[in-house]
């Protein structure tokens, strides 16, 4: 009895976490996957950057806290104008504060040593899955050209790049605490992308079936239709 209780108490709670999740990203049926991918990435990073900024604020790592907190403010903004106003993200805009914002960090946080190279690949495949096909070739370039002006700067001027940690415990922390961001977020554009991908499988198996069966109706109906002048025929030519 207890068990069956505990396994409806899971079902309810999972069933109404289902329905505040749907409100929050918006229903299929409104949105597209680009805007309810974006919808759920915003949502989870405000919620961990919520506790990573008194975190940086703690360690004494004052830029990447206010970082951080322009990034949740700009996702924020975004995220309310689209699910709720419906007025689609901004591509360019989001593109380019990113990289604004990872090259202050680059420099403020350790530069190669840090944990900002961990952020940049994540939030181009965000860029990829909220953005036209057309138009990721062309943040691809531009991506990789500015990783690779934040490297050559700091290569030929390592005095730039600020050291808010030391090695050992420093860097352990650093790193355990900014790679669950982009951890997270794949998950989610992965697991958007797959549903998506077998939601429509399924919609094109169930087409193939219904076209299948009609088919085979039509056949019938044919056959009966056969059967029924051959004895019609017969029928007269015996009066």
Avoid at 92 to 109: A, E, P
Avoid at 161 to 172: A, M, S, W
Wanted: hydrophobic share 45%; with cysteine.
């Amino acid at each position: 009895m207890l068990k069956l209780y505990s396994k409806i108490l899971n079902t309810n709670f999972f069933k109404k976490a289902s329905i505040y999740w749907t409100n929050l990203i918006g229903s299929s049926s409104v949105f597209s996957l680009e805007t309810r991918i974006f919808h759920s990435i915003s949502v989870c990073l405000i919620i961990m950057l919520c506790f990573y900024i008194p975190y940086n604020l703690y360690a004494g790592l004052y830029i990447a806290s206010i970082s951080a907190l322009l990034i949740s403010l700009f996702f924020f903004h975004q995220y309310y104008y689209s699910r709720f106003h419906n007025k689609r993200h901004n591509n360019t805009l989001f593109g380019l504060i990113g990289i604004l914002i990872f090259g202050v960090n680059y420099f403020t946080n350790s530069g190669i040593n840090g944990s900002t190279d961990l952020i940049w690949p994540v939030y181009l495949l965000l860029l990829f899955a909220i953005s036209p096909y057309q138009q990721h070739f062309r943040w691809l370039i531009i991506f990789l050209l500015c990783f690779l002006l934040l490297h050559t700067v700091e290569y030929f001027y390592p005095h730039f790049v600020r050291h808010p940690f030391n090695e050992g415990k420093g860097q352990f922390i650093d790193r355990i605490t900014v790679f669950p961001i982009p951890a997270i977020a794949i998950y989610i554009i992965i697991r958007f992308i797959r549903r998506s991908y077998d939601s429509e499988r399924k919609a094109a198996h169930e087409k193939a079936i219904a076209i299948e069966l009609s088919k085979e109706q039509i056949q019938l109906q044919k056959n009966q239709l056969e059967q029924s002048n051959n004895e019609k025929n017969k029928l007269m030519s015996i009066i």
